[in-house]
């Protein structure tokens, strides 16, 4: 059963009393379903044209700026508004299908989209027969199970780069300069590590390996600039300092700086933020005693903060002071 709200009739709106009704349009059985197959065929039709590497693009018209290409399933799915509403609705529903398959798997949204078709399609047949609905639904469930037992049986496990290569190669359309590349990130970062893509701008595809961490946030004040031609701050080998709350009094960061000093190394303090006091002392023993130290605002906000300060605590062996 689908149910739509219908606009207000002209003689409604021009009434002495303005009471505004919404009224319900309802089909049931083979219309409504045959209505819905629609939708599910027509953004089965525009997706399922990016099938597989050698997939055809797709052009989308967007609100702003100029118009997408892509053969990525569940982009062009969620570009598809159909103008009959019923018709939309199935639309949506395979919407559901491929942005589930791209939050859990992360690919195979054209491959999910059509096999949901397939399923609609063939279910549509046999309710339409006289079929149970519930009882449908179970024997799919139990041969989805069975599918995917037997998968998990005649599945390998990737482990050389050699295997890494060959399936980014495939996932890139066949081009095997990107399918190399991809190979070599993970090499580099292994299993475990992180690979991201960026829009460049040049018009080689290059790999950049940084080791360590990386956030996006930057000295506190300029007045920690180390090279002033590149406006820089860089240390070697610091002590880290590491707080989830502000710093208001020097007297906070004493112990850190001694430390530091006695290591005879230098000192980053990585916190939520710090108050232009504290931060004024260790100003002028900077430029007095040449005292080698940079301040740096935690990346995020709220426990988002707190969650990545403990991760770069455990990746560099440290510890982070909190607000007792």
Known sequence: ISMFRLPLTAAARTGPRMVRHYAKEIQFGTKGRERILSGVNQLTEVVAVTMGPKGRNVVIEQAFGGPKVTKDGVTVAKAVELEDKYENL???????????????????????TV???????????????????????????????????????????????????????????????????????????????????????????????T?????????????????????????????????????????????????????????????????????GVIFLNRLRNGLQVAAVKAPGFGDNRKNTLSDMAVATGGYVFGAQ
């Open 211 to 279: 080791k360590g961490l990386k956030f996006d946030r930057g000295y506190i004040s300029p007045l920690f600039v180390t090279d002033a031609k590149t406006r820089k701050c860089e240390y070697k080998n610091p002590v880290l300092f590491y707080s989830e709350k502000k710093i208001s009094a020097v007297q906070e960061l004493v112990p850190a700086v001694e430390l530091a000093n006695k290591m005879q190394r230098p000192l980053c303090i990585i916190a939520e933020d710090a108050d232009i006091d504290a931060l």
């Open 115 to 209: 096999l949901a078709r397939s399923i609609a399609t063939e279910g549509e047949k046999f309710v339409g027969s006289g079929l149970n609905p519930h009882d449908l639904r179970t024997g799919i469930q139990n041969s989805v199970d069975a599918v995917v037992s037997h998968l998990g049986t005649i599945s390998k496990q990737i482990t050389t780069p050699e295997e890494i290569t060959q399936v980014a190669t495939i996932s890139a359309n066949g081009d095997k300069k990107i399918g190399s590349l991809i190979g070599e990130a993970f090499s580099a970062v292994g299993n475990d590590g992180v690979v991201t893509v960026k829009d460049g701008h040049t018009m080689d595809d290059n790999l950049e390996v």
């Open 90 to 112: 199935g639309a949506r529903l395979i919407q559901d299908v491929a942005s589930k398959t791209n939050d859990i798997a992360g690919d195979g949204t054209t491959c999910s």
